[in-house]
């Protein structure tokens, strides 16, 4: 296999982009990203959407973004995971470079999700789940989600205060990050007292609903030199799933394809978790980022409340988690989300952050969920 | 979800029959083809106890679409008494009652409409079991 680098990131802010189409948020995205890399020739595109047929009754979407950048006659493809379609799709564009057979490859993720009601919105996203014995019981992924919180609150004795910590902590790094849907600081009153969605979940637990594109450029790691002396390598990969449906699960407080997807992972890159700098996880609900931070090896198994509230995955702790805001607050597109993520560690790895710049990152990680860890999928990135 | 999508779940839905495999004993539900712990294709029908215990849940206040009528309602994780773990609603109990590891028993309910020619879909929900001071049993 060859080495794989990331070249160029493009990333459009999370927002209520009601003027934008799925066509034209994608493409500028990608300009975005091209510009970044140096406008090399591109010679094969991949596309993380989850569902545009549902959000925009739009599908066959590869060949008509393909066609809007230009790019109808070289190979497209979209690449449907749920909520990790984003990671779907650079796992899959990592093989192609990898592989030999496309040298500069395209990866973005899209998706349009505000031409919808939100009643209408929890449905489709509750289409990740069994629509025969989840969804059809009345059960969304916030409630699934939510019936974890519990368990966990009730075995390690954690009040919902722990869980607000994490989410303002990630307001608070969204409030530095120029692409985030909520650029802005919050209280831990405000993150503690919502509208329920999922009790224990409430409202400011919860990930947003919002559209947002994001795309990278990757090539052979010898030929990235010719395009930027900031050169970012893909250095391990890896796709895990476990039970579809949750209840057949042998343990309901941990993601046990996070805890495989990493592994691989880390093996891959010859790294352990101490070894991680920077890392942006899945944090589609504030359990759900409490449970990434154990099951990617930052803290032990019950103690990732712990490590929230001791600082060590702030910005400026052991090992800094969600420095865009995550997906709480930078935002979650759902198929763009693991590009974003990838994106923000580019730049984390680059020093080209900004005010939300964590000091001396050399090693960072994605992880990118679909369901209630249906799958995962971790990459990392190395600093050249 | 159309007629067939219905009739095809009646006898999980209406009568709890799971997938069961004499090999390694293991228990499917819903029921599957082969078995995913020793390999075996050859399972056998077997009927769920309707009884259990709620081992988590939660209180749904935003409801996907098709649900907004019944909001807010219960739904939880339920243990029956052969060790099978199913997701159900959580019906005849107040929220404020419930607690992990009560006592729970299936019942028949509606529920769902889908539109005004649709069919109504009916199937297992759990209700608490209640001691003779009407407050949920809790055995454990
Ligand atoms: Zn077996």
Known sequence: MRKVAVIGVGMIKVDHHWKESIRSLFTKAAINALEDAGNPDIDALYVGNMSAGQFNKQENLAPMLADALGLESKPSLRVEEGCSS???????????????????????????????????ATFIISTVTDQEYEAFTGLSLAGINAMVMRLYMNKFGVKRESFAKFVVQMHENASKNPYAQFPFKIS???????????????????????????????????KAKDFTSDQVDIIGAWKASDTFLFHMRKDFLSMKATIEASRNAYEMANITPEDVDVAEVHDSFSIAGILAIEDLGFARKGEGWIAVEEGLISPDGETPVNPSGGLKARGHPIGATGIYQAAEIVLQLRGDAGKRQVPDARIGITHNTSGFGTSAIVHVFKAE | MSPSNLWREIPQRYRLEAAFCPKCLTTYFPPRELCTECGSRELEKKKLPTRGKLVTYTVIHTPPKGFEL???????????????????????????????????????????????????????????????????????
């Open chain 1, 86 to 120: 984003g990671s779907a799709a650079l796992y899959m564009a990592l093989k192609d470079v990898a592989s030999g057979m496309h040298d500069f490859v395209l990866v973005g993720g899209v998706e349009k999700m505000m031409d919808t009601a939100t009643n209408d």
């Open chain 1, 188 to 222: 831990l009153d405000k993150a503690l007292n919502s509208a329920p969605v999922a009790e224990p979940i409430h409202l400011m637990d919860c990930a947003p609903i919002g559209d947002g594109a994001a795309a990278l450029v990757i090539c052979p790691a010898e």
């Open chain 2, 70 to 140: 019944y909001a807010p309602y219960i739904v939880g994780l339920i243990k029956l008494e052969d060790g099978t773990h199913l997701t159900a609603q959580i019906t005849d109990a107040d929220p404020d009652k419930l607690d992990l590891d009560v006592d729970v028993e299936a019942v028949i309910r509606k529920v769902k409409e889908n539109g005004r020619d649709g069919p109504i879909y009916y199937g297992y929900k759990f209700r608490p079991i209640l001691n003779a001071n009407g407050a949920p049993e809790r055995k454990c």
